[in-house]
């Protein structure tokens, strides 16, 4: 008699989703480094991710939307409760800019260093600490690993500071795994962009710090040699093994970040 193998696989029961992208071309989008991306709206993203249990997430601004915010304001309420914002701003934005943007669900600044949105980092840790004092925003960092070297001293300083992708880099997961050692969180997304691997890289960060880990879409996975795929969640579901572990990475540790109710 041939035995069936009963075991269930391992799947996340609840996600928020970290890090995902709407373009909507009824609001400002300009050419980064040759590149424009086709739109990608709020009911793009409800159609590509309908069959996973999605709760909340953190809608993030690409290189292509600049400093402009606007599109926020038309995007968060239609994804719902449970969504918040991380814009690109200049260190010269304004208080009044900031607490304005807070009111309407935004969270965070994104650091943008890959794309060159911003350039130099003199003022980091002074803007980091100021956004933090005034609005409880953080900073998360777009950066690919190899350049941490210079970077992650002052990452270090920072009250509240994330990572995109995986930090890029194989040669760099040593310096993430520093972040995450130091309280940092660690997006796992981008896994068609990430150069690390990324059944190693979450086993060694999980280790290293359980509420280091935020999964991520990172549709639609723009510039990319894959975009996101349901294999990605069973990649970090099988690294996981572990129902509690796999709760904290898909739902919990992104959803004490950014203050969103379960």
């Known amino acids: 008699m041939i035995e069936v193998d009963q075991t269930e696989k391992q799947?996340?029961?609840?996600?928020?989703?970290?890090?995902?992208?709407?373009?909507?071309?009824?609001?400002p989008l300009i050419e980064n480094q040759g590149f424009l991306p086709p739109p990608f709206t709020?009911?793009?993203?409800?159609?590509?991710?309908?069959?996973l249990p999605i709760v909340g997430?953190?809608?993030?601004s690409g290189s292509v939307q600049g400093f402009d915010h606007t599109y926020f304001a038309n995007?968060?309420?239609k994804l719902g409760e449970g969504f918040v914002g991380i814009t690109n701003l200049p260190s010269s934005v304004s208080d009044a800019k900031i607490l304005a943007l807070k009111e309407q669900g935004i969270r965070g600044v994104r650091v943008n260093l890959k794309r060159r949105v911003v350039r130099g980092l003199d003022n980091l840790v002074d803007f980091?600490?100021?956004?933090w004092d005034l609005a409880g925003w953080h900073l998360e960092m777009y950066v690919d690993s190899r350049e941490l070297d210079e970077v992650l001293p002052k990452l270090l300083k920072l009250p509240k500071v994330s990572i995109d992708h995986l930090?890029?880099?194989?040669?760099?997961v040593s310096q993430i795994q520093r972040l995450a050692e130091a309280g940092g969180k660690i997006k796992a997304s981008g896994f068609g962009r990430t150069e690390v691997n990324v059944s190693e890289a979450v086993k060694l960060l999980y280790k290293t710090n359980p509420d280091c880990l935020m999964f991520g879409t990172d549709l639609?996975?723009?510039?990319?040699?894959?975009?996101f795929n349901f294999g990605d969640i069973d990649t970090i579901c099988n690294a996981l093994d572990d129902a509690k572990a796999i709760d904290k990475v898909f739902a919990t540790n992104a959803a004490e970040f950014y203050g969103i109710k379960l």
């Open 75 to 77: 995007a968060l309420p």
């Open 42 to 51: 709020v009911e793009d993203y409800k159609d590509r991710t309908k069959d």
């Open 57 to 60: 997430g953190a809608l993030v």
């Open 11 to 27: 799947q996340p029961h609840r996600i928020v989703d970290a890090h995902f992208h709407i373009y909507n071309s009824a609001y």
């Open 128 to 131: 980091g600490e100021r956004i």
């Open 167 to 172: 930090g890029m880099a194989r040669s760099g």
């Open 220 to 227: 639609p996975s723009v510039r990319t040699e894959r975009p």
